[in-house]
């Protein structure tokens, strides 16, 4: 069964995509 995703994790993967839309 799939985890639910962890408030945690969503943050993590909004500030990466955040980096990867500064760096492009």
Known sequence: PAKK???K???NTG???KKV???V
Do not use: R
Request: no cysteine; net charge negative.
């Open 9 to 11: 994790a969503q943050v």
């Open 15 to 17: 500030q990466a995509a």
């Open 5 to 7: 995703p962890d408030a």
């Open 21 to 23: 839309n500064t760096l």
